[in-house]
Nanobody, 126 residues
Framework: QVQLVESGGGSVQAGGSLRLSCTAP????????MDWYRQAAGKQREWVSS???????AYADSVKGRFTISKDKAKDTVYLQMNSLKPEDTAMYSC????????????????????WGQGTQVTVSS
């Protein structure tokens, strides 16, 4: 099963920026809609942002105006640009494909729902 991989997390001070990346190594996934979620310690996972294959985007109110989701089709990577970070943004961030999509590798394509990645930790200090 195809697993997503997130990267780009780290520790920053409030007001700083980070850019998270989400890929499916070894596979092309441009046909996949993609979501970003986050889970802070002791809290439930919450939806952060979504991007469709058509490029339509959506954001949680808590990040609107500060975060930008995008997709680089040439690199087959989904990004989450996070600006003006706040301590309350501290969480483990994960990407997820909300439904089955077409994945290709070495010319072979199939429909599958990629698995959640391990996530990437974002820590914002005040």
């Amino acid at each position: 099963q195809v697993q997503l991989v997130e990267s780009g997390g780290g520790s920053v001070q409030a007001g700083g920026s980070l850019r998270l990346s989400c890929t499916a190594p070894g596979f092309t996934s441009n046909d996949c809609d993609m979501d970003w979620y986050r889970q802070a310690a002791g809290k439930q996972r919450e939806w952060v942002s979504s991007i469709t294959t058509d490029g339509n985007t959506a954001y949680a109110d808590s990040v609107k105006g500060r975060f930008t989701i995008s997709k680089d089709k040439a690199k087959d990577t989904v990004y989450l640009q996070m600006n003006s970070l706040k301590p309350e943004d501290t969480a483990m961030y994960s990407c997820n494909a909300p439904h089955a999509c077409t994945l290709c590798s070495a010319g072979f394509c199939f429909s599958s729902t990629p698995r959640w990645g391990q996530g990437t930790q974002v820590t914002v200090s005040s």
